[in-house]
């Protein structure tokens, strides 16, 4: 295939595996592999949806609009001075889901979670003074970071869960690269900026 062909491909991967996406697969990693599994699926839900609303929901339409105000495209986004003020609504909306589960007593790994999509969150945001890194990666990269991590607390094996999780990283860092938003340094940065921050959070919380 063309590049030209190639950059539909691309672009679908990019809105598919959006960087909100970490809490979620998080939840869900914990809802099928340890003892919350146990617990009503209408408690799930709830979780889930709030989890949704505060992660995704609320950050998107938020950096849409600021977007929009500005009048800039996604590819001004892209553009590392002007990348500071969605890393501040995304840290902001993850701190008001934290506090929310705190405030409504979730269980403590479900907290965990957030606080480790947090970390990822602050750290890019840190890096962004010198280096754009990928937030796409960075999520992808805690994800996989995640599932290891839960994987050495509860004693599941995970390597399937690896396995397509790396599979997934490899193609949707080559789509950023495709859509000429990241260099290869940039996307191997945020891989192991959101992996490393992750595994060590959820592991230490």
């Known amino acids: 295939m063309t590049e030209k062909k190639l950059i539909p491909v691309a672009r679908m991967l990019s809105l598919l595996f959006t960087p909100f996406y970490l809490p979620i697969v998080g939840m ?13 699926w209408q408690y799930k839900l ?32 892209g553009k590392r001075e002007k990348r500071m003020i969605p ?26 979670i957030i606080v480790a999509a947090l970390f990822v969150q602050v750290v890019c945001a840190m890096f962004n003074n010198w280096l754009k890194v990928s937030t796409h990666m960075a999520a992808i990269g805690g994800m996989t970071g995640g599932v290891a991590a839960f994987s050495f607390i509860f004693g599941f094996n995970a390597i399937w869960w690896l396995s397509v999780l790396i599979i997934i990283a490899g193609l949707l860092g080559t789509a950023r690269m495709l859509l000429r938003l990241h260099t290869l340094s940039e996307i191997c940065t945020g891989f192991l900026v959101g992996f490393t921050t992750t595994f060590f959070v959820v592991l230490i919380i």
Request: aromatic share 24%; charged share 5%; proline share 4%.
């Open 28 to 40: 869900i990693a914990l809802f099928a592999f340890s003892y919350l599994s146990l617990l009503p």
């Open 46 to 77: 709830y979780v889930i949806i709030t989890t949704y609303f505060f992660t995704i929901l609320l950050p998107t339409v938020l950096i849409h609009s600021y977007r929009k105000y500005h009048g800039w495209s996604l590819y001004h986004l």
């Open 87 to 112: 890393y501040i609504i995304s840290i902001l909306s993850y701190l008001a889901c934290y506090h929310i589960m705190r405030w409504m007593h979730f269980p403590h790994f479900m907290s965990a």
